[in-house]
C-alpha cells in the first residue's frame, strides 16, 4: 500500500513538473515574431470539432484605434506595470476582506497566460497561477509582442478568435480598417462575446463604446510602449 501511494505521488509531481515546465519553454518562443501561439480553448474546440475561425494578424496590421480601445478598456496600466498591477490587485483583495463584491483586476498580461496556458475559472488557484506567468512572460516579451498575441487569441464571439476574424465577422472588413466607433464596440464585446454583437449593439453596449472610445482617443503616454519594437 505504502508502496503505491509513493509511486502515485511520484506520477503526480512528474506531471506537474511537466505541466510547469510547458509556460517556461514555451514562452521564449512565443518571444519569436513567426511563431502564432494558439489559446487552450482553441486547442479544446480543435479536439471536440468544434468550428474554429481565426486569422492571425500582425500588430503593424490593426487599427491603432482597436490596440488603444483595448489596452484603455482591459488594462489601463498595461505600460506601465510588469505584467501585474500590484495595486488593483490589493484593492481587489481588500474589497474580497470587507465582504464587499469584487471587480476583476486582470491585466492583459494575466489574461494572455491565462488564455496560452490555463482554464477558465474563477478560483484562486488559477489566479495564484497566473501571477508568476504573468510575471515572467512580461519579462522575457515586449509589450508590443504580448498585446500582439493578446488579440489574436482572444475569443470574440463563440469560435471566433482573434481581432482579424472578429472584424471579418462582424463588420466584414480587416482589423487595419476599423474605425474609432467600430473599435470601440468590439473591444467592449471582449467580457461577454456569446452576449454582446458589436454589429447590433444593444444600448448598454453603445453607452460602453462611446466611454471607450473617449479613452481611447485621450490615451497618449498610457499606450506610449506600443512604440516600441
Same mark, same amino acid.
Given at each position: 500500500?505504502?508502496?503505491?501511494?509513493? $509511486?502515485?505521488?511520484? +506520477? =503526480?509531481?512528474?506531471?506537474?513538473?511537466? @505541466?510547469?515546465?510547458? &509556460? @517556461?519553454?514555451?514562452?521564449p518562443i512565443y518571444a519569436i515574431r513567426g511563431v502564432h501561439p494558439v489559446s487552450t480553448l482553441m486547442l479544446w474546440d480543435e479536439v471536440t470539432v468544434r468550428p474554429v475561425l481565426r486569422d492571425w494578424v500582425s500588430i503593424d496590421d490593426v487599427a491603432p484605434v482597436l490596440l488603444h480601445s483595448v489596452i484603455m478598456s482591459e488594462d489601463g496600466q498595461? #505600460?506601465?506595470? $510588469?505584467? =501585474?498591477? +500590484?495595486g488593483e490587485m490589493l484593492a481587489v483583495v481588500d474589497q474580497a476582506l470587507d465582504g464587499e463584491e469584487t471587480r476583476g483586476a486582470s491585466t492583459i498580461t494575466m489574461q494572455t497566460v491565462k488564455n496560452l496556458f490555463l482554464w477558465n475559472d474563477r478560483s484562486f488557484v488559477r489566479k495564484a497561477m497566473e501571477l508568476p506567468l504573468a510575471i515572467y512572460f512580461d519579462f522575457v516579451l515586449s509589450k508590443r509582442r504580448i498585446l500582439e498575441i493578446y488579440v489574436n487569441i482572444a475569443e470574440w464571439d463563440t469560435g471566433v478568435y482573434g481581432i482579424e476574424a472578429a472584424s471579418q465577422h462582424y463588420f466584414g472588413k480587416p482589423a487595419s480598417q476599423l474605425t474609432a466607433r467600430e473599435a470601440a464596440l468590439i473591444t467592449v464585446s471582449l467580457p461577454a462575446p456569446?452576449?454582446?454583437? &458589436?454589429?447590433? &449593439?444593444? %444600448?448598454?453596449m $453603445?453607452? @460602453?463604446?462611446? %466611454?471607450?472610445? %473617449?479613452?481611447?482617443?485621450?490615451?497618449?503616454?498610457?499606450?506610449? #510602449?506600443?512604440?516600441?519594437g
Open positions: 500500500m505504502f508502496k503505491t501511494t509513493k $509511486r502515485i505521488a511520484a +506520477w =503526480v509531481t512528474i506531471v506537474l513538473v511537466v @505541466l510547469a515546465a510547458i &509556460p @517556461l519553454v514555451l514562452t498595461f #505600460c506601465r506595470h $510588469r505584467g =501585474v498591477d +500590484w456569446d452576449a454582446r454583437n &458589436p454589429a447590433n &449593439p444593444s %444600448r448598454t $453603445r453607452r @460602453l463604446a462611446q %466611454r471607450v472610445e %473617449r479613452l481611447a482617443k485621450a490615451s497618449g503616454a498610457y499606450v506610449g #510602449c506600443l512604440d516600441a
